[in-house]
């Protein structure tokens, strides 16, 4: 596959992310507002933080360094060693569920059993969820790997819906239940999400469409862990790789899901306050998670496809070279400007989103502000994700090593955008492409950001948001207007933008409508 085709699969496989993420916060942000009716903001708050957390760091400490390393290199490889290495995240997630429920359980603070209730059951049936969940990984690498869109954006939205029906049928029926409705309901969700590529690769290995495409695993049981005596367990290449993103792996996590390990171990907020915090908190990150999680993921598979880890520039073919330059500009000018625009927009239109959305219990005290500190923390999620895909996809062994020892105790996000801008300059660093001008906007964009901040700022002081629902509507008549002239100017000024975006995202919309 070439590396235009590659570019064309990715963007695929990222607009259809990102819309299928749109769908999920939808449907999760919809789901909260029900459920806070129907059980208490204790129980939403210890599901949303505290159990949320052991899952998430179960998944990510087992998995996370494993899909790094296997999604290098091409779809041309020994994947009977990739499997094997991919299916040591299964043993390694049960140890670390049992690891950190023992800590859930007998060393944090142990809730009311009043207020909430079967908190035990709780922590034993997510830290089980995690496990069930690694038991697809092999399916999910073998699947990212060639870019099997469809699967992915039907396996997660089955999964998810599946997961919301149950947990409204369960809440209306029986809100006694607590822990249980949302504990089953996360079961449910890991299990059909697995069953779904098991599924899917049990009808598609051996189909005349596999055997078309010269697919390169062709039973269910090649995929399973076998061992052969003439050679290695695994591609050592890619353990030692592993190995490397693994030591970093407690970094990120912390760095990552920072905020609900203070919640979890230092017991700052209760868990009511804490249940409040969570829902301002995935408010404020909906951008992130919908829009820069997407490209995150989708285009570290193109730079990992198109570019060879750790080779010089000047030895690599210079074709993808120039490719995979123009896209990394594009890439980080496009995230910029999201990021731009939502830190301008959401200072001013914070209080308001969450008085509509969560009432008087959202919008008074330190939610509108922690939300306006989310729209500029925005600003660096997006160029951090994007420098640190291409990073990641094009370090050696050894670069990466450095990041997880010689900045470990110094690394937070400013430092992670600073390393990776001075590696993507030194690596194109004696070729002519400069990609890292998608950094820089018009001077007109600029001021056109600065008047629309202050406008908007101003509109906020005198018409939101206890002014009466006229005033409110003015005040989102004038964010409007001032969004839509932003958006003019990009239009008009940031062409070389508007050209990627249509070429390779919106295209392929264009011709499912003309057809």
């Known amino acids: ?66 899909r790094r390393a296997c999604l290098s290199g091409s779809t041309k490889r020994n994947w009977m060693k990739t499997f094997n290495l991919l299916w040591l995240t299964v043993p390694l997630g049960v140890c670390w569920s049992l690891f950190l429920g023992w800590i859930w359980l007998d060393i944090l603070e142990v809730p009311d059993a009043n207020a909430v209730p079967h908190y035990k059951f709780g922590v034993v049936v997510f830290g089980l969820s995690a496990v069930v969940e690694l038991l697809g990984e092999p399916f999910w690498v ?29 809440v209306v029926l029986y809100p006694h239940w607590g822990l249980y409705i949302f504990s089953l309901a996360q079961l449910l969700y890991t299990s059909i999400l697995v069953l779904s590529y098991i599924v899917y690769f049990m009808k598609f290995l051996g189909s005349p469409e596999a055997i078309k495409k010269s697919f390169p695993v062709t039973h269910m049981t090649s ?11 695994v591609n050592w290449k890619e353990a030692k790789l592993t190995w490397s993103f693994f030591k970093q792996s407690f970094l990120k996590q912390v760095l990552t899901e920072g905020e609900r390990y203070v919640m979890t171990f230092l017991n700052v907020l209760n868990f009511g306050d804490q249940g409040v915090y969570d829902i301002v908190n995935n408010l404020g990150s909906l951008t992130a998670r919908f829009i820069f999680l997407p490209i995150e993921e989708s285009f570290y598979v193109y730079f990992a496809k198109v570019l060879e880890r750790g080779k010089d520039i000047k030895v690599q073919k210079q074709d993808d070279i120039s ?12 995230v910029l400007l999201i990021g731009l ?35 500029l923390y925005v600003l660096l999620l997006a160029v951090n994700g994007v420098t640190e895909c291409f990073t990641f996809a094009s370090m050696s062994k050894e670069e990466v090593d450095s990041i997880g020892f010689i900045l470990a105790n110094c690394f937070n996000m400013g430092i992670r955008i600073a390393h990776s801008i001075h590696y993507i300059y030194r690596y194109f660093g004696e070729s002519p492409y400069r990609p890292l001008k998608g950094l820089l906007i018009s001077p007109l964009l600029i001021v056109v950001y600065i008047i629309s901040g202050v406008v908007t700022g101003v509109s906020e002081v005198f018409l939101c948001c206890d002014k ?23 239009f008009f000024t940031e062409t070389k933008l508007i050209h990627f975006v249509r070429t390779h995202f919106l295209s392929k919309y264009t011709k499912e409508g003309l057809k």
């Open 142 to 170: 073998l699947a990212q790997v060639h870019l099997f869109v469809r699967l992915k954006v039907i396996a997660e939205s089955l999964s998810v819906i599946s997961k919301c029906f149950l947990t409204v049928i369960l």
């Open 323 to 334: 490719m995979a330059a123009a896209v990394l500009e594009s890439l980080l000018k496009l």
């Open 223 to 233: 995929v399973l862990p076998s061992f052969e005596q003439d050679e290695a367990f």
């Open 468 to 490: 009466g629902w006229i005033a409110r509507l003015i005040h989102i008549a004038v964010g409007a207007l001032c969004f839509t002239v932003t958006v003019a100017t990009i």
């Open 341 to 375: 625009t939502i830190a301008v927009f959401g200072y001013a239109y914070s209080q308001l989103a969450l008085d509509l959305y969560g009432g008087s219990m959202l919008s008074s005290g330190s939610g509108p502000n922690l939300l306006r500190c989310y729209s």
């Open 1 to 66: 596959m070439g590396s235009q085709d590659v570019l064309r699969e990715t963007t695929r496989l990222a607009s259809s992310s990102a819309l299928l993420q749109i769908l999920f916060r939808v449907i999760t942000f919809g789901l909260n507002a029900f459920t806070l009716r129907y059980v208490s903001k204790e129980i939403i708050g210890l599901v949303n933080v505290r159990l949320m957390l052991l899952y998430s760091t179960v998944v990510f400490l087992a998995r996370e360094a494993f």
